[in-house]
């Protein structure tokens, strides 16, 4: 059990990387495809560190190995804990993922809520571990009681139960959100850029020259009210001038 | 294939709240594993609206229907076309999931900025789509050519790779939240409520006269600032008008 041969000086020795994240905690887990899925969901977001209290199968599990689909930095990097005490012996906060509520008067922080705050107190400096239950019944109230605050995963009431991998994957998915800057809506105009309204004036230009010549805006007296449907039609589309070119010649090649 | 003998009178008997959530499409999904796992994905957060185009094994699928761990409502509702144009046919907003950057002048959106969006357009009576591609490959350049916007999940560049559950399953989350107003941290007080002052001070001034008469709070001049330091303790605690009851028991017993 590599966790409980960690050294002070392992600790220090650890990547600073390393410390700046959470440590997800896995509380006897009974199915290595869902420790793997968990691992696969950890790494895709940015989590390596990852530790299991007692789970059933022993370790290495090699179902969890196959069903990590190639976090082995993860898998790799697994420590095992007799029991939860010692698992979180060295974290400062410790934050239980729960589906149900719990009779219990303890902060419930949202999956966001959670990652930002797992941020701030890993900036100053603390260990910060989420804990996940067994698949069939989740954490124990003794397991909840040595936690800090809940974590809830907001879910359709009538339909909630998620399986570990994708608790784990929600919880990764905000702790990276938490660190970007993502916007709502974004272009990446690769090689061309958005067009000037010179540009796009020109093109306007060019297409109502040609469909006067071919005797579309007419009658006159309507001309000015379909020019200004056609226009917005090519505002609306935030032209970008590599496609005014292309507008252009197709324009061309039909006139 | 249900999706083929919809009748314009079937869609306008649709239940109203069916019409104000998002269609998801998978687009020729390979696994009836992962067409579940969407399912139960999507029901987790209260999506029930799934349309898949040329699924490989066809449809029904057994193991799509045991994958799907009880979201019944959705398989049961699956509606199967032939081609993406004909499962989109009705379609006002389509928006493509995709892992890798396209070649395409298209506006990426995060996750939430799909959702927030697609409440917009649900509300003003579109219908939205959100395109998942098959698991090997994701979506065609041809798939995407037919969405009007890109849905791009964040994630590590190092291990960016998600199942179609997952991926499915961050949408649905997103979906939910964008409805809900999920407070970063809550407390549900249960049957008690937070202490009042005067229930507080009351409790200092219970412990810090037992602490006095034990010899504890000694010598006289360290008083001030070890009282501060105890009430310190107990504020940042933001205790419970039953917790206070619970403490001043504990007292009692002790002195």
Request: net charge negative; hydrophobic share 45%; charged share 25%.
């Amino acid at each position: 059990m590599a966790g409980t041969n960690r050294t002070e000086r392992d600790l220090a020795e650890a990547d600073q990387e390393q410390i700046r994240q959470p440590v997800i905690v896995l509380v006897e887990p009974q199915l290595g495809e869902n420790i793997g899925a968990a691992a696969r969901a950890m790494l895709n977001f940015g989590l390596t560190q990852l530790r299991l209290v007692a789970p059933r199968d022993g370790w290495p599990n090699e179902r969890a190995q196959a069903n990590a689909s190639g976090a082995d930095l993860v898998i790799d990097g697994v420590e095992v804990f007799g029991t939860l005490e010692a698992a979180l012996a060295d974290c400062t906060r410790v934050w239980a993922t729960t589906a149900r509520s719990r009779d219990m008067l303890k902060p419930v922080l949202s999956p966001s809520g959670a990652a930002q705050r797992a941020r701030a107190c890993l900036g100053a400096g603390e260990r910060v571990a989420i804990l996940f239950g067994p698949e069939r019944a989740g954490l124990t109230n003794d397991h909840v009681a040595l936690a800090d605050s809940l974590i809830e995963i907001p879910a359709n009431p009538a339909f909630a139960s998620l399986n570990l991998g994708q608790a784990v994957l929600l919880i990764g998915y905000e702790w990276l959100l938490s660190g970007r800057d993502v916007p709502d809506e974004r272009v990446d105009p690769g090689a061309t850029r958005p067009a000037t309204r010179d540009e796009l004036v020109a093109f306007f230009d060019h297409l109502e020259a040609e469909l006067i010549a071919s005797g579309f805006l007419f009658p006159v007296e309507k001309r000015p009210g379909m020019v200004r449907s056609l226009r917005a039609i090519f505002t609306r589309a935030a032209l970008f001038e590599q496609e005014i070119r292309t507008l252009r010649g197709m324009v061309k090649s039909l006139a």
